[in-house]
């Protein structure tokens, strides 16, 4: 059984650019989450994708946005970063949208400068 | 707005000590209370949940208490051991009805540190 995997691991931007993030799924979850981790904070929900369509927001722009493909995997778009961005962002899968558990990747650590 | 407050932010107990991380939520309408354990470099991985249909739910080592008046749950963790070392976060979150996700909104952490 495959976990959930993210790209890039690290990446660095300057202020304004734009970044995309990628997400596989664990086999088997239709259900995609997306976080971002400020350092030293809690993960906080960005958005959550269920069957290819946006199913619930965060407190996020609108310059946060995100896609999810046939096959469950997610991309989360940052467009105009801004230094405050740089965090640690989390992709979590889960089997539904039932509370229950999320399953985390590792993260991509972006800085922005 | 925090939701799910978090105490203490960092804690150091000696190996075999009982390690106490307690959470407080102001949502009466959260139902599902998760404890993720999360190591550096790592994403947060479940540790332990319950729901507020019963007090305790006890899994090995680890233990949640949950008090539904007074809004708190907590993460008690025997027999402590150097392994344990990570940083520990509670969450909660709504049932899906209503059109609700099954987001997590977490507390701020925990760094647990078991002195050998």
């Known amino acids: 059984e495959t976990g959930v995997t993210q790209s890039p691991t690290h990446l660095i931007k300057t202020r304004g650019q734009q970044v995309t993030l990628r997400c596989s799924s664990q086999?088997?979850?239709?259900?995609v989450s997306w976080y971002q981790q400020a350092l030293g904070q809690g993960p906080q929900f960005i958005f959550q994708?269920?069957?290819?369509?946006?199913?619930g927001r965060g407190n996020f722009p609108p310059r946060f946005s995100g896609l999810q493909f046939p096959n469950y995997s997610s991309e989360l778009n940052v467009n105009a970063l801004e230094l405050d961005d740089s965090a640690l962002y989390l992709c979590?899968?889960?089997?539904?949208?039932?509370?229950?558990?999320?399953?985390f990747g590792e993260g991509s650590r972006l800085t922005v400068l | 707005q925090q939701q799910v407050k978090q105490s203490p932010q960092s804690l150091i107990v000696q190996k075999g000590g009982i390690s106490i991380i307690n959470c407080a939520y102001e949502n009466t309408a959260f139902d599902y209370f998760p404890w993720y354990q999360q190591f550096p470099g790592k994403g947060p991985a479940l540790l332990i949940a319950?729901?507020?249909?019963?007090s305790e739910k006890k899994e090995g080592r680890f233990t949640i208490s949950f008090n539904k008046s007074a809004k708190q749950f907590s993460l008690h963790i025997m027999d402590s051991q150097p392994g344990d070392s990570a940083t520990y976060f509670c969450a909660a979150s709504r049932g899906n009805y209503g059109g609700a996700t099954n987001k997590l909104i977490f507390g701020t952490g925990t760094l647990l540190a078991v002195q050998p």
């Open positions: 979590a899968s889960s089997a539904g949208l039932v509370t229950g558990e999320l399953f």
């Open positions: 319950i729901r507020p249909d019963v």
């Open positions: 994708y269920y069957r290819e369509e946006e199913n």
């Open positions: 086999s088997g979850h239709n259900t």
